[in-house]
């Protein structure tokens, strides 16, 4: 990843002396595991592990430039720091192969991965949460095409927000639990030349967190890797979203919302005025380029046979760079959230634009409850919407005036907040009321999530 959208926590997660970590505390469980039948001290282990403390990137590619092979250089390194160990020397890597060392790696650096992606989703529902409280009661008029329709809440559009971010949460969680598997079962996965059995393998993998791949060929099946790529591939897409939307009510012409702007910032090169969304649209172009890597997890699923490494090449860029995109937008999400800024006089102002045409569909109901036809009261309000645009009056005085409209309709002046009145229950359906005492979030029965 460039470093201008790294993730230092994902970098961490993904270099190669972590990566050369994992596969020492592989081999050690391994060993530990033969050493109750050969000859293997307990000393020799030991010393292997502390090997982590002094791992040499540098030397193991330079190995890997005369074996054209990661893992054999990997192996070679090993056995240049301990040449006087005979039980490294002989029984090192028995019965594995390449991929037993680096999927089931893989496995536990996106399994550290997604706790990162999680902690810093977990921030902005805190932080989406408070917003949908905080302005619950605040009518903002509602588009549909880009143009007015409704009266909405603006807490009740972050409260869709937060609905939306815990189900990425929940998913994520999934895909975590999916991801949990490594495989010690040798060359076609069938422990045909393993020196261990499958009850061995399941216990060196838990004590790596891991469970066993069931039938695994060569490799874990990639269907697991395309389940994550794709989950965060949504996630982006949620936090697109959020910007997208956030990025038109920053127009000129809405102007009811504003990213943070900090002291000094500039908007634009030429024209000292602008203050573009840019933060926003940061995301919205990073959720394209994660959704190009969900894609390559997908074609990485079909291999030959047992196993090819046409995956391998592109999983290298695409599972670390899918990583520190998704904890990016994360962390650049929060900073647009904490610093937003919404301004209440210009939702009004936006509101005297539509007027009163905003409440047409209400007016329908009424005439409709008063015994006109649809299609008459329809095409009443419609005219009315008309005359009162080209006259610049009220749609209520219009509808007044108009003999058709039955008196008993008893229409009357309303105001946007008048249009909210189903908001609280909808929150409490979306299990996000908090009980007064305890603080906790009280849940329907019927809510789904």
């Known amino acids: 990843m460039i470093e201008r959208y790294q993730s230092p926590a994902v970098a961490g997660i993904f270099s190669d002396e972590t990566r050369f970590g994992i596969f020492l505390e592989i081999e050690a469980l391994l060993l530990e595991e033969l050493a109750k039948k ?8 030991a010393r ?13 590619r330079r190995l890997e430039a005369e074996t054209r092979h990661e893992i054999t250089a990997f192996l070679e390194w090993i056995w240049s720091e301990m040449p006087q160990a005979p039980g490294i020397k002989n029984f090192l890597h028995l019965g594995l192969t390449s991929s037993d060392l680096m999927d089931t790696a893989l496995a536990v650096q996106s399994c550290r991965a997604i706790g990162v992606v999680l902690k810093s989703l977990e921030e902005n529902l805190k932080i989406l949460e408070t917003l949908a409280q905080r302005y619950k009661n605040l009518a903002v008029m509602g588009r549909t095409h880009g143009m007015h329709a409704e009266i909405t809440s603006l807490g009740f559009k972050f409260l869709g927000f937060w609905c939306e971010g815990r189900r990425n949460k929940k998913r994520m969680e999934a895909a ?16 045909a030349s393993s020196a261990i059995d499958p009850a061995a393998e399941e216990r ?15 490799v874990v099946a990639r269907d697991r890797h395309a389940v994550v790529l794709a989950r965060l591939a949504i996630v982006g897409g949620w936090v697109e979203r959020i910007a997208t939307e956030l990025r038109h009510l920053q127009r000129t012409e809405v102007a009811e919302a504003g990213e943070p702007f900090s002291r000094g910032q500039h908007g634009s090169s030429s024209m ?4 573009n969304p840019v933060l926003c649209e940061n995301l919205c172009g990073l959720a394209r380029l994660l959704r190009s890597y969900a894609l390559t997890a997908m074609e990485n699923m079909a291999l030959w046979h047992e196993r090819d490494i046409s995956h391998s090449s592109a999983e290298r860029v695409a599972v670390p760079d899918a990583f520190h995109l998704a904890h990016f937008m994360m962390i650049r999400l929060k900073e647009i959230l904490s610093g937003l800024t919404i301004d209440r006089e210009k939702i009004r102002a936006n509101f005297r634009l539509t007027g009163e045409a905003t409440f047409s569909q209400a007016y329908l109901n009424a005439l409709i409850a008063a015994g ?14 008309g005359r009162a645009a080209q006259k610049n009056t009220s749609l209520l ?32 359906r979306s299990a996000f009321v908090r009980t007064e005492n305890q603080g906790r979030r009280a849940r ?4 789904c999530f």
């Not at 292997?48 to 193991?60: A, F, G, P, Q």
């Not at 975590?176 to 422990?191: H, M, P, T």
């Open 48 to 60: 292997l592990r502390k090997l982590k403390n002094s791992i040499s990137t540098r030397t193991i």
């Open 397 to 428: 005085d219009e509808l007044l005036a108009d003999p058709a409209i039955p008196k008993k309709a008893k229409l009357k002046k309303l105001q946007p907040e008048d249009l909210l009145a189903q908001v609280p229950v909808l929150f409490k």
């Open 272 to 275: 000292p005025h602008k203050r």
């Open 444 to 447: 329907s029965r019927n809510v």
């Open 176 to 191: 975590r639990q999916e991801i949990a598997v490594g495989k010690l079962s040798g060359s076609v996965g069938n422990f």
């Open 204 to 218: 060196l993998l838990a004590k790596l967190g891991l469970c066993a791949e069931p039938a695994a060929t060569q």
């Open 372 to 385: 006109m036809s649809r299609k008459q009261a329809y095409a009443a309000i419609q005219a009315a919407s």
């Open 38 to 45: 050969y000859p293997i001290a307990a000393g020799e282990i």
